[in-house]
């Protein structure tokens, strides 16, 4: 066994407990530096794992759809504040809301939050008028802009343009 004494390191003052430990044990050294791999890999993982992308956001569907307003169940829609619920146009159906005049409004009802889920969807209206997801607790005002009006939704409702034509409205994006 190796003995060590003051003898072998005298006037030496750089010489600190690690240095004399490695030098005498190679493999310490070895086994430190590995140890240090180990740990930036692992630290690179989890800072890794931990960056996602965690915008989602509505898909782009192809709208062109075309409703008569004197049938029905959409001859409802000829009373200014009224709106509905339809399936089958865009991706989780759309809202028609009629404004003041000839003016409408017209949403999908996938919900701006988390509209990737299969719940996310807008299943009710009132007359105030807001619209109400069934997934989460947001709730969005159709009358103007389809913001927001309760979290954890931040994003307003997808709006479609439309034309007014002869009691025909065309819905289309």
């Not at 146009?89 to 003016?103: K, L, R």
């Amino acid at each position: 066994m190796f003995r060590l004494n003051n003898s072998n390191f005298k006037g030496r003052k750089d010489i600190n407990i690690f240095s004399v430990y490695t030098t005498l044990n190679p493999f310490l050294f070895y086994k430190i530096a590995c140890m240090n791999i180990v740990y930036y890999i692992a630290l690179i993982s989890i800072l890794a794992l931990s960056c996602n992308n965690k915008n989602d956001y509505i898909q782009e569907v192809y709208v062109n759809e075309l409703i008569d307003l004197s049938m029905e169940p959409y001859n409802k829609l000829i009373i200014p504040g009224s709106s509905i619920l339809i399936d089958d146009i865009g991706i989780e159906g759309i809202i028609i809301y009629h404004g003041i005049g000839n003016h409408y409004k017209v949403y999908d009802r996938n919900c701006s939050y988390e509209p990737s889920l299969t719940c996310a969807r807008i299943d009710s209206l009132d007359d105030i008028p807001l619209a109400y997801c069934s997934c989460c607790p947001s709730v969005f005002e159709i009358s103007n802009s389809g913001s927001p009006m309760k979290p954890p939704a931040l994003l307003p409702l997808k709006e479609y343009s439309w034309i007014l034509e002869n009691n025909m409205l065309r819905i289309f994006n």
